[in-house]
């Protein structure tokens, strides 16, 4: 006849219960620990995402849903949605979630794109960023057309941080600028002033300006307005630091010698081969120099195009 063991209680149920739920959901639990974490980490997290993985997170559960609007960070790249390059899928993407965004503030606003179909929405992307207080602002587009940003981007008191690269810049004849706060300026090689003396311009907003990075080679229809008039002053006091290939044409010399002039407090200045249109000027990166002594360094040509001017004098 067979034995049969006493039948456990219900104690001892309870505690093998607990047991096996332990070991078969080791995984969950580990999933569980970062949802437990208070939210101002959970954003922390989210920020080192792209706006297209943070949104994705909202599937985990409705806590997820509920985080990801908060993000401070916003960084939208169209190459790394499958599917989006096409119709509007990716300006109804972004369109939708800056719709959804709540965040008190908007520390940076990161946009690469190469749609094309996507073109007519920066303008209106970037309006509804200044609005929203934006301190850092990066534009990189691939477009098959030049894109003419708003007058309301160079007139935004919150902004501290500008990178450009893709742009049409040639609307800044028709307002004047205002940065007070912007300590980084990036000009990308793929930008088109239009006029290069609106580089003078453009500057000569930015009061506090400490790093810069003037790229554009363009030289199409060059010349006009500041070569005309002379009136523009150009203090750059804070700039430190200053990467120049930009090319000017004869016609815009004027604007050349006043971005030149402001460099005086610099600390560190590279020039590429393109700068101030000298082919004879080979790559320069000069750290602690002042003004005078770079120009006697830069050659003969760079020193007889700029001698007529009594501050560019090397002796």
């Avoid at 009136?231 to 006043?258: D, P, Q, T, Y």
């Avoid at 750290?287 to 003969?300: I, V, W």
Wanted: proline fraction near 3%; charge should be positive; glycine fraction near 8%.
């Amino acid at each position: 006849m067979a034995e049969f063991s006493e039948a456990p209680s219900r104690r001892q149920r309870t505690t093998h219960s607990r047991r096996q739920r332990t070991t078969n959901s080791g995984g969950d639990d580990n999933g569980d620990r970062i949802s437990q974490l208070p939210d101002v980490l959970l954003l922390q997290i989210l920020s080192l995402l792209s706006t297209k993985q943070a949104v994705a997170t909202g599937i985990l559960s409705k806590r997820w849903r509920l985080l990801w609007p908060s993000v401070s960070l916003l960084d939208f790249d169209d190459e790394s949605s499958s599917g989006s390059r096409g119709g509007t899928g990716f300006a109804g993407f972004v369109n939708s979630v800056l719709l959804r965004h709540d965040a008190p503030t908007v520390e940076l606003f990161r946009l690469r794109c190469a749609n094309p179909d996507s073109s007519g929405e920066v303008p209106t992307w970037l309006c509804h960023m200044v609005r929203r207080g934006v301190e850092h602002v990066e534009v990189l587009l691939s477009l098959s057309r030049y894109v003419a940003l708003p007058r309301s981007l160079f007139n935004c008191g919150t902004l501290t941080v500008l990178k450009l690269d893709g742009v049409f810049l040639n609307t800044l004849s028709s307002f004047s600028v205002s940065l007070p706060a912007i300590r980084v300026l990036h000009v990308g090689d793929r930008v088109l002033f239009g006029c290069h003396d609106y580089v003078v311009k453009l500057l000569a907003g930015c009061p506090v300006l400490e790093d810069l990075v003037l790229q554009s080679t363009y030289k199409d229809a060059c010349g006009g307005v500041f070569c005309t008039d002379g009136n523009i002053v150009l203090n750059l006091n804070h700039l430190e630091r200053a990467k120049l290939g930009f090319s000017w044409k004869k016609r815009c010399f004027k604007s050349m010698v006043l971005v030149f002039q402001a460099l005086y407090n610099v600390s560190y200045l590279s020039l590429s081969d393109t700068a101030v249109g000298v082919p004879q000027l080979s790559t320069l990166c000069f750290c602690s120099l002042n003004l005078k002594k770079l120009l006697y360094m830069c050659g003969f040509d760079l020193h007889v195009k700029l001698a007529g001017h009594s501050e560019f004098n090397s002796t």
